[in-house]
């Protein structure tokens, strides 16, 4: 007991047994079984994961050896180079529908805006594969490997076929005229660009989450922090696309960025299937679909059976048997009580519990856990509901904000500026205003609430993203009027129309990339920590599918702007020729929608209620099997 004494607290395990071990003589029995007691309690502690991640083998991941910032930051190099790749070809898309293909500025701008939608749509189905089949590591793989295959043969189809004749496709050589299979090969490589990209994004994000342990302090704020990495890895790996291949891409060097694309993508792909011996994984959980029809249909069947005051009769597995699954139970909420009759134990349900009747018939008995799901992807809906109008917003910047920069004054001395790269100011504020909220702003608002592990809500950074996206309209409606006071009057293909400088458009984009830091990582991280642990890759493709139909409702938007507005002796607020149009008052419409959709929005955030789990067992099991035994051995 006297050489327990004379342990220095201020020490770590290891540096005490070393200066006792310089002293052979010193060496007590006591304390070398405490030592060993420690280390064992260490060992416990920090070899598995808490959260039930498991490595490729399937057994329980190991937290030295997998996951954490070395995967994490492989996984962000992976999204950097793929987004390089897909906007290689998405910021130009709208100028190589109208310079290599022929269409007019309306038709372009809604033909990328239903392309960009698809891509969009195409997450759900990755998510669903991911969640219910396949697993993300498998998902990110497969749509990885389409997506690389799409480029490549859009890259052969543009050098083939599109841009003859040679050199054509910039702003003075037109090219000539296309027959209709190579206009559909054209189509279905990009679609199949949309298929590979829209699959894999999703996916790729919660994969990178999956690799911190959020029961975990220090990896579960790695985890939150990872979301705004993420976003920032996406914003520069379109940066390069935006200046570099969108500068060549404005030339007419079409081919020379979509090889380069398809390049990226490959080298990210290569990239990922490295990583596999550290990535941890989650197992999938089965089609959400049947789960949630047996909670309405067990709901339906019970629609006279009473609930109880508490929910005291509700249903609900053991503990221990639903952390043998991975999973963490939902606690009970109010709210959709129709729903609770799904979990309602009648008196035959209690009287095979009590016989020890075991399988219940999931289609007329479900659990709590199950019913919450439920609610919870209801509660979801309304805020989803209401991001898409932002996302109409955020899609003008690759369509819309593209067609105004063209018909402005792009040329500094000699040098031309791609209206396509001026997006880069749009990434420049992102990385901005990362570093601006996660160094001075969280923390001020933390300080603030007096919690240092609380700053911005996820719901409330989401509304000052919207209130942001207002002011970018507004800037850049006033920008189109100050331009149409500077129009040139002789305008045949609505180049260089104004004589106001492009770099007008800098608030516009700054604005966007502000509001996105708030909206976008704000969903991420809302939508990934809200979602069920079966639905964690849905719960990003909500964020994907926002902006999927937000293209959608701008392309139209566009169509029946441009029907009312058109008259005989007026082309419409977005004609061919912008000088002739209004595109201004588009702009303002468009601020004016983001506002009344802001207003919905704080009804429904307000009225949102958070997801609650219960800890996972393996906590309470370690520290009573472990801790509390080695407790015990030290106290004798």
Known sequence: MDMLRKLDKGKTVKENLSSQEQSPNMVDPVYLSRVSIEKKIAKEEEVYTLDGAVDRHGHPAIRGRTGTWVAGILLLVNQGLATLAFFGVGVNLVLFLTRVLGQNNADAANNVSKWTGTVYIFSLLGAFLSDSYWGRYKTCAIFQAVFVVGLV????????????????????????SHSALHIMFFYFAIYLIALGNGGYQP?????????????????????????????????????????????????????????????SAFVALVLFLIGTPRYRHFKPKGNPLSRFCQVLVAAIRRWKVEIMPGGENLFEVDKKESAMNGDRRILHTEGFRFL?????????????????????????????????????????????????????????????????????KTTISNFQIPAAGMSSFDILSVATFIFIYRRILDPIVARIKKKPAEGLTELQRMGIGLVIA????????????????????????????STLSI??????????????????????????????????????????????????????????VMKISTRD????????????????????????????????????????????????????????????????????
């Open 153 to 176: 043969l859009l890259s052969i189809s543009s050098s083939a076929f599109l841009l003859k004749p040679t050199g054509c496709g910039d702003e003075v050589t037109p090219c000539g």
């Open 203 to 263: 996916n790729i994000a919660t994969f990178g989450a999956d690799q911190f342990d959020e029961e975990d302090p220090k990896e579960g704020h790695s985890k939150i922090a990872f979301f705004s990495f993420f976003y920032l890895a996406l914003n520069l790996g379109s940066l390069f696309s935006n200046t570099i291949l969108g500068y060549f891409e404005d030339q007419g060097k079409w081919t020379l960025g979509f090889w380069a694309s398809a390049g």
């Open 340 to 408: 609770d009759r799904a979990a309602v134990m009648t008196p035959k349900d209690y009287a095979k519990q009590y016989k020890n009747i075991n399988g219940c018939n999931p289609w007329r008995l479900c659990t709590v856990t199950q019913v919450e799901e439920v609610k919870c992807v209801l509660r979801l809906l309304p805020i989803w509901l209401c991001t898409i109008l932002y996302s109409v917003v955020f899609t003008q910047m690759a369509s819309l904000f593209v067609q105004q920069g063209a018909a402005m």
């Open 470 to 497: 207002i002011l970018a309209m507004i800037s850049a409606g006033v920008v189109e009027v100050f331009r149409l006071k500077h129009k040139n009057k002789d305008c045949p293909r609505c180049e260089n129309a």
């Open 503 to 560: 770099f007008w458009q800098v608030p516009q984009y700054m604005l966007i990339g502000a509001s996105e830091v708030f909206m976008y990582v704000g969903q991420l991280e809302f939508f990934n920590s809200q979602a069920p642990d079966g639905l964690k890759s849905f719960g990003s493709a909500l964020c994907m599918t926002s902006i999927s139909l937000g293209n959608y409702v701008s392309s139209l938007l566009v169509s029946i």
């Open 569 to 636: 002796d007026m082309p419409g607020w977005i004609p061919g020729n912008l000088n002739k149009g209004h595109l201004d008052r588009f702009f303002f419409l468009l601020a004016a929608l983001t506002t009344a959709d802001f207003v919905v929005y704080l009804i429904c955030a307000k009225w949102y209620k958070y997801i609650k789990f219960e800890g996972r067992i393996g906590e309470d099991h370690n520290n009573d099997n472990g801790q509390a035994a080695a407790a015990a051995e030290l106290r004798v």
